[in-house]
C-alpha cells in the first residue's frame, strides 16, 4: 500500500490535525490550520487521498503544512481501514507530534494507534455547541415521556432551550439523492463514495452519502451522546463557536467532561471576517468552485432590490427536502409576493433544467451559489436553510434572520439556538414530524420577511463581528496552543 508525504523543513512544535471528509467537517479543518500556522504552529494533516484536490492551493504550499495521505478506504471508516495508514503516518513522521487533533466522528478510528505512539489527543468538534449540550441535557433528563403541549426544563441550560413535545416528533430521516460520485473535488466540496457491496443506496446516518461509522450516528432516545466515549480519551476540547454565540453551552459542556473547553470559531475564511465593509467574492475564497452563474449577474439581479427584500433559499449541498416538499417550496414562492433566490441542488430531480430568472422576483441557480457574496449583499433580507452549522453562522455573522427547515442531526439543535435563544428567525413550521406545505412556508416567509425587530436583532448581533474574527476565539485559541505547548496534555 503506498504512502505519500508532502514534506517541509523540519518541525519543532507540531500538531497533527486528523479531519472527517465531508464538507462541513473539512471546511473548519482547513480554517483550523490557517488559524494554528498563523500562530507558527507546525502542522500534519492526514487526508485521505481522494480529497485532496479539495485542498486550497494556499494549504498545500505552505511551509508549516505537511499533507500525510493515505489511500481511501471504502465507507465506513473502521479501526482496520485507517489504523495501519496511520501508523505508518506517524511512524515516518521526523517529530512526535504535541498532540492530534481528532474530528470527533474519527475519534473511534484513530484513538487506539495515538495511544500507541503516546501522543494526546484533543477532541474537536465541527458543530455547534449547542448541539453536543442538548444531546447530553436531554439524555440526562431521561425519561422524556411529554405530553402535546408539554415541557421540560433542561438543568443547566436556558429555559428558552427546554424540550418540547414537538421536538420529540422528529421525522424519519430520508434519503436524498447525492452528487454525482467523486464530484465537486474542490474546495469547500464534498467527495462522496460509493456505498460497500450490498449495502444498496446511501443514507444520511453520517451525513455524507455513507453511514456514520460505528457509534456515530444521533443518539437513540434514552441513551448516552456516542461522542462521550470519545471524549473520555481525549485530553481536551475545542469547538467550531465561540463566547458571543454559545458561551451557555460552552460552560454546560465544560461543567460535565470536567475537561478544558475551546470555541475557537467560527471557522470561516479569513476574506469573510476581513470583508464586513466591502463585497466579499466567492472565488477569492473558493476559487475551484464552478458556479452555473457569474458573481457580477447576481451582484448586478441584487443591486436591482431594495435594501432587505430579498429571501434567500438554499439546503446545502449534502441534504434536502423531499421531492413533494421541493414542489410546495416551488409553489410557495410562486405565491410569494418576496423577491428570492432558490438554489437547487445539482443533483435534485426537481425542476428538471430550471435554471435562471423566475421573472423579476426571482433567481434560480442550479448547483453551487456564491453564498457569502449573496449573504453580504444588503438587499438580502433572510434565508431559509437546513441550519447546518457552517451557513446558520454564515448568516448570523453577516445579520440575516434565518428561516429554518431542518432535515437532520445537529440541524434541529442548531434550528433551535437561532429561533428560542438567539431570537433571530423562526422555524418553518411548527410540527417538524409533519410533512412540509406550501402554506407552512408562505406563511413562514412572510413572518420572517415582515418582522422589523428581528431584522435589528440580527444586525445587532452581527456588529459583535464587524472587526473580524471573534476577539474571545483569538484569546481561546492562544490559550489552547499555550495549554498544549507548556502545561501538557496527557494520554
Known sequence: MQLYLFSHKTMSFEICIVPFWGQGHLFPCIELCNRLTSRNVNITLIIPSTITTSLPSSLLQHPLIRIAQFPSPPPPPSHHDLAPDLERILANNPTRPVCAIVDIMMSSCSAPVFTKFHIPTVAFFTSAACSAAMELATWKAQPLNLEPGETRLLPGLPENMAITHSDLKRRPQHPHPPPPIGASPHYGGETRFPPPPGKGPPNHGGGFGFPPPPGKGPPKLGEPPPWLDDVRESSAVIINTCDDLERT??????????????????????????????????????????????????????????????????????????????????????SCEEAFIWVIQASSSIGGSKEGYFGNRGMIIRGWAPQLLILSHPSTGGFLS??????????????????????????????????SHLKLGYMVTDDMSEKITKDDIVRGIKKLMADKEMKRN???????FQHGFPRSSLETLDDFIDHIKHSGVHC
Request: hydrophobic share 35%.
Open 386 to 419: 437546513h441550519c447546518g452549522w457552517n451557513s446558520t453562522v454564515e448568516g448570523v455573522g453577516r445579520g440575516v434572520p434565518l428561516l429554518a427547515w431542518p432535515i437532520r442531526g445537529d440541524q434541529y439543535h442548531n434550528a433551535k439556538l437561532v429561533m
Open 249 to 334: 453551552f460552552i460552560k454546560y459542556i465544560t461543567n460535565h467532561i470536567e475537561k478544558p473547553v475551546w470555541g475557537v470559531g467560527p471557522l470561516l475564511p479569513e476574506q469573510y471576517w476581513n470583508s464586513t465593509a466591502s463585497a466579499l467574492l466567492d472565488r477569492d475564497v473558493r476559487p475551484n468552485r464552478r458556479f452555473s452563474v457569474t458573481e457580477e449577474e447576481v451582484t448586478q439581479w441584487l443591486d436591482s432590490k431594495p435594501r432587505g427584500s430579498v429571501l434567500y433559499v438554499s439546503f446545502g449541498t449534502e441534504v434536502g427536502p423531499t421531492s413533494e416538499e421541493m414542489e410546495e417550496l416551488g409553489g410557495a414562492l410562486e
Open 458 to 464: 440580527a444586525e445587532i448581533l452581527s456588529a459583535k
